[in-house]
């Protein structure tokens, strides 16, 4: 069965960065786009970029440029999101997604917690 | 960027009752092979979002018959029927037609 296995909640320092991983099972990798969305305690859906874990290509709301850095791992069917710089305005949960131009977003992982404190 | 709209920002129901909740994107969504990019979620308390509706009108696989999507370029509704209590939670629709992807702020379905 198709998986998204994230990685574990983080409390980190503010100025520091983070990395949180979404680990594919289940499927081909490289068949499905990777996207990523942002959800601050109690607020909506916000969409932060996409990577093709087959070319690395990649693509990002505007807002999160030089915020979020999207990789991807084949030999270990993982995706990497990398948050620099971080600020309170980071502290939310993050979640993967699986996506091909039919149906998008059809699988997600079970969201990563990052909190930026002192 | 596409903005997309859900008014309501909630909605209560009466089980057993069916339910209309509204989406308006502000640039059509139509692409020009024929599909309509219009995606319907629901992120249910403490859960991560779940695929309901693709491709405006389209249901996701294992989502039961009772939810339905429809919709124009511009403005889509997603019909939930015989609303049940596991329905709960917040329901948000998405433009997945270009860069950046966007979302609504969520119509919060409620029980009476």
């Known amino acids: 069965q198709v998986q998204l296995q994230q990685s574990g909640a983080e409390l980190v320092r503010p100025g520091t960065s983070v990395k949180v991983s979404c680990k594919a099972s289940?499927?081909?990798?490289?068949?499905?786009?990777i996207e990523w969305v942002k959800q601050r305690p109690g607020q909506g859906l916000e969409w932060i970029g996409v990577?093709?874990?087959?070319?690395?290509?990649?693509n990002y709301n505007e807002k999160f440029k030089g915020k979020a850095t999207l990789t991807a791992d084949k030999s270990s069917s993982t995706a990497y999101m990398q948050l620099s710089s971080l600020t309170s305005d980071d502290s939310a949960v993050y979640f993967c997604?699986?996506?091909?131009?039919?149906?998008?977003?059809?699988?997600w992982g079970q969201g990563t917690s990052v909190t930026v404190s002192s | 960027d596409i903005v997309m709209t859900q008014a309501a920002p909630s909605v209560p129901v009466t089980p057993g009752e069916s339910v209309s909740i509204s989406c308006r994107s502000s640039?059509?969504?139509?692409?020009?092979?024929?599909?309509?990019?219009l995606y319907w979620f629901l992120q249910r308390p403490g859960q991560s979002p779940q695929l309901l509706i693709y491709?405006?009108?389209n249901l996701a696989s294992g989502v039961p018959d009772r939810f339905s999507g429809s919709g124009s370029g511009t403005a889509f509704t997603l019909r939930i029927s015989r609303v049940e209590a596991e329905d709960v939670g917040v329901y948000y629709c998405?433009?997945?037609?270009?860069?950046?992807?966007?979302f609504g702020g969520g119509t919060k379905l409620e029980i009476k």
């Open positions: 998405m433009q997945h037609l270009e860069y950046p992807f966007t």
């Open positions: 491709r405006m009108s």
């Open positions: 640039k059509s969504l139509l692409h020009s092979n024929g599909n309509t990019y």
């Open positions: 990577i093709n874990p087959g070319s690395g290509g990649t």
């Open positions: 289940g499927y081909a990798f490289t068949n499905y786009l």
């Open positions: 997604a699986r996506t091909a131009r039919a149906t998008a977003m059809d699988y």
